[in-house]
């Protein structure tokens, strides 16, 4: 059974940063896109940080510069950096193992719990 289970929210202030995790269990059989995706209060929920299994890379217009996505195969971790954090990056982070980094998340998505992150002045 697939687990993505992701950890390292929490609040900030202006400026600071933090680091997601998450932690994969299981066979992620042909999902060869892990992405990072956040709903912010009232709106949908958005990628900002993709990875494909052929090392492509690619970021939200909103967090580039600022968020790097990397993972440690052998421990089956992917994380998040993000630094210089705005309160405009508040909302519920959650990663999600796709099929492919072009298309939109379907039944066939795994997706973790959350974690949520608060930024504030």
């Known amino acids: 059974q697939v687990q993505l289970v992701e950890s390292g929210g929490g609040s900030v202030q202006a400026g600071g940063s933090l680091r997601l995790s998450c932690a994969v269990s299981g066979s992620l059989d042909n999902r060869n896109c892990m992405v990072w995706f956040r709903q912010e209060p009232k709106l949908e929920r958005e990628g900002v940080a993709a990875?494909?299994?052929?090392?492509?890379?690619s970021y939200a217009e909103s967090v580039k510069g600022r968020f790097t996505i990397s993972q440690d195969n052998a421990k089956k971790t992917l994380f998040l950096q993000m630094d210089n954090l705005t309160p405009e990056d508040t909302g519920i982070y959650y990663c999600a193992a796709m099929r492919d980094c072009h298309s939109n998340p379907d039944e066939s998505t795994y997706w973790g719990q959350g974690t949520q992150v608060t930024v504030s002045y």
């Open positions: 990875m494909g299994t052929d090392g492509a890379i």
